[in-house]
């Protein structure tokens, strides 16, 4: 499973911002693909994912209602539509997949910088 993240940048506080995760290889209805973050001095924590399938999708507490997280069927991404940010949100955002039965993440993509200015 190969993943590319793409669309970060900066950002005014309370503006938007879409990330998208390109994936590729053996990707199937098994998987959960997601979306991770780290700020500096900070521990890598789970942001948005979604089942390949598209059914079923999970947030972290302090995105919900401000974030997103879609797959596109036709362009083979997941992505994350990221609204009202706060300086807070900013981070390196890293795609990453698992088997819906593994408990750690398998495969990842390259981070992309959110930077959120006030």
């Known amino acids: 499973v190969q993943l590319q993240a793409s669309g970060g940048g900066l950002v005014q506080a309370g503006g938007s911002l879409r990330l998208s995760c390109a994936a590729s290889?053996?990707?199937?209805?098994?998987?959960?693909v997601g979306w991770l973050r780290q700020a500096p001095g900070q521990q890598r924590e789970f942001v948005a994912g979604?089942?390949?399938?598209?059914?079923?999708?999970k947030y972290v507490d302090s995105v919900k209602g401000r974030f997103t997280v879609s797959r596109d069927k036709f362009k083979n991404t997941v992505d994350l539509q990221m609204n009202s940010l706060k300086p807070e949100d900013t981070a390196l955002y890293y795609c990453?997949?698992?088997?819906?039965?593994?408990?750690?993440?398998?495969?990842w993509g390259q981070g992309t910088l959110v930077t959120v200015s006030s």
């Open positions: 979604i089942t390949w399938s598209g059914q079923a999708t």
């Open positions: 290889g053996r990707v199937d209805s098994g998987y959960m």
């Open positions: 990453a997949a698992k088997e819906l039965s593994a408990s750690e993440w398998r495969y």
